[in-house]
């Protein structure tokens, strides 16, 4: 994570309109989102917003404060990047020669990626891990060509066993 970042895991009702109104809130106090995922759970009338955001402490808790004010916010958790297992998934469609094809098929091997899609002239793979690893792989391969690039947000769970995850209120 970068500097100055904040992870928050953020329970809401799952209906139209929440993200429009989560999204306005950050957007109104001119808060930046640097990542955002939002996914149902597995109890279906509820997703969980996974937002990554940049600032100080004080700005973390008017933010979570703002977010508590929202009739479709369950639950708020600030996550400890130490105890919590944060991912992101990269799909890229890289330029290959048959002099490169090789190489940038072994470089997604050392990166744990895997090919998903290829045909003469290209390459799609998908790498999943943390962001500092993505960076790297986006580095090395943008010297073969970046056609075409998909970043998701980041996703982020709590290491260990939560007794309290169900409990929806």
Same mark, same amino acid.
């Given at each position: =994570?970068?500097?100055?970042?904040?992870?928050? !895991?953020?329970?809401? !009702?799952?209906?139209?309109?929440?993200?429009? &109104?989560?999204s306005g809130?950050?957007?109104?106090?001119?808060?930046?989102?640097?990542?955002?995922? @939002?996914?149902?759970?597995?109890?279906?009338?509820?997703?969980? =917003?996974?937002?990554?955001?940049?600032?100080?402490?004080?700005?973390? %808790?008017?933010?979570?404060?703002?977010?508590?004010?929202?009739?479709?916010?369950?639950?708020?958790?600030?996550?400890?990047p130490e105890?919590?297992?944060?991912?992101?998934?990269?799909?890229?469609? +890289?330029?290959?020669?048959?002099?490169? &094809?090789?190489?940038?098929? %072994?470089? @997604?091997?050392?990166?744990?990626?895997?090919?998903?899609?290829?045909?003469?002239?290209?390459?799609? @793979?998908e790498v999943?891990?943390?962001?500092?690893?993505?960076? $790297?792989? +986006?580095?090395?391969? !943008?010297?073969?060509? +970046?056609?075409? =690039?998909?970043?998701?947000?980041?996703? $982020?769970?709590?290491?260990?066993? =939560?007794?309290?995850?169900?409990?929806?209120?």
């Amino acid at each position: =994570m970068k500097k100055g970042q904040f992870i928050l !895991s953020v329970l809401v !009702s799952n209906h139209a309109g929440v993200l429009t &109104r989560i999204s306005g809130l950050f957007s109104r106090r001119n808060f930046n989102i640097d990542s955002l995922n @939002v996914a149902v759970t597995e109890d279906p009338s509820f997703s969980r =917003m996974t937002i990554i955001a940049r600032g100080d402490e004080a700005v973390q %808790e008017q933010i979570e404060k703002q977010l508590a004010k929202l009739h479709d916010v369950k639950k708020i958790e600030l996550l400890r990047p130490e105890k919590t297992v944060l991912r992101e998934h990269l799909l890229l469609k +890289i330029k290959v020669t048959k002099k490169t &094809r090789g190489e940038i098929v %072994e470089s @997604v091997n050392i990166f744990r990626g895997r090919v998903v899609d290829f045909n003469l002239d290209s390459l799609t @793979v998908e790498v999943t891990g943390e962001s500092d690893k993505l960076d $790297a792989f +986006i580095k090395f391969v !943008s010297q073969f060509g +970046i056609l075409e =690039m998909c970043r998701a947000g980041a996703l $982020a769970v709590k290491r260990g066993t =939560m007794a309290d995850d169900t409990d929806y209120e």
